[in-house]
């Protein structure tokens, strides 16, 4: 008798300890960060393009990404996340404010008002152009990005948005090395 007090007060405090964690969770803003790559001049790059829903429902993703001069879009493919959830995936390029810049924006729209789950919503294709001129053995380009988020009742939901990044490495040639005990 004693034992089932004790247990009923035992699963109380754990429901009110779950239900507490889900709503503290559901405060939490959306995430939606871009990926980062390491690539040379003239390497095709693959940054993803990710969700972290923080228990919210999720149904669109409109994500913005500023591609610096030497950076250009090439393709993009839906990752696990928006196949899942039977989502479109849309791409279109504008011109960006920025000068020699462009702006690649991405829509991500589940299909039926399924709720997109955690993980990969797309997978971005850049290549670095022979345009990208190098002072250094390495340079550090941003992708700026900002992103809009939405519920199954088009309710515009708070996000936050991480931008991705792109480190070109200059093209050196490897040392050219010979095994000793081979030559002999």
């Known amino acids: 008798m004693l034992c089932n007090r004790v247990c009923k007060i035992a699963l109380m405090g754990l429901s009110m300890f779950c239900q507490l964690i889900l709503a503290v969770r559901a405060q939490s803003p959306v995430r939606v960060e871009l990926g980062n790559s390491v690539g ?20 669109v993703v409109d994500s913005e990404v500023i591609l610096p001069a030497g950076i250009s879009f090439n393709s993009a493919e839906p990752g696990r996340s928006a196949k899942n959830a039977g989502a479109e995936l849309k791409t279109e390029l504008e011109t960006a404010s920025e000068p020699e810049a462009t702006r690649l924006i991405i829509k991500v729209q589940s299909a039926q008002q399924t709720s997109l789950m955690d ?9 670095i152009e022979k345009a990208a001129k190098l002072e250094k053995d390495f340079q550090e380009i941003s992708l700026a990005s900002k992103a809009s988020v939405f519920d199954q009742l088009n309710r ?7 931008p991705g990044r792109i480190v070109i490495m200059k ?3 490897l040392p ?6 081979y030559m002999h």
Request: contains cysteine; proline residues 2%.
């Open 40 to 59: 040379q001049v003239g390497d095709l790059l693959i940054i993803s393009l990710m969700l972290e829903t923080k228990g919210h429902t999720v149904t």
């Open 119 to 127: 993980g990969i919503l797309a997978q971005l294709r850049l290549k």
């Open 156 to 162: 515009k939901l708070e996000v936050q948005s991480i």
């Open 171 to 173: 093209d050196t040639p």
């Open 176 to 181: 050219k090395v010979a095994c000793f005990f």
